[in-house]
């Protein structure tokens, strides 16, 4: 063998050596850094539109919970109590529909609908992440990310995640992600309810807005 052929050799296995410690060094580090002080338990729920509810009523929005890669039904949603949970909420609906409720008055007199029940009132919102609906083809995907508010301008709600038995409200864009961090101490059963008219008949409060794991349903605290 030439002595470069060693020297080549020799190199390779330095540098796989170095990469391999390298490696072993950050998923350690990592890991030992990732370990929270409380468990955290992660919830995703995803709103989707084009639901065929019935016949007569056509298609309707609707909450599902993201489970092992699949959507499920949002009828009973099961939060633990007592330690953080991180919920993130991903909005497929690029339509707003104005929410009921007292509507804080903002600084510069725009109309917000407030943030409550989460850690400090706030969400986190990443805009425009429902690109196949709001941009046309062609155009550059555009994402503004990682706001965190504590309100959304009335006419820009497009559903919201209610349970006013824990005094928790969460706004939701058109066409966003949002993010929430909260605690619930205690167990309990709850009734979640969105608040924004998304629903069928003359005041849209039919349909989806009625029934259990479309627009509300029950939230179980244990
Ligand atoms: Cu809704």
Redesign the pocket.
Known sequence: MAISNRLFIVAVVAIVAVSAFGISYNLSYVHGKSSPAASTDKITLV?TTNNQFNKSTGDQ?S?YVLSNGTLQSSSVLYFPQNQRISLTIINY?DGP?FPLGPPGAGSNGVIYYNVSGTVGNVITVVNNTNVNSSSPSGASINVSGGQAVRGIQLDNV???FTVSGLNLNIPIPPSSVVHANLYINGAGTYHWQ??????SGSNGWSG??ATAGW?TGTVVVS
């Open positions: 709103i929005p909450f609906d529909a497009a559903h919201t969105c608040q924004a008219p998304c629903g989806a807005m627009m």
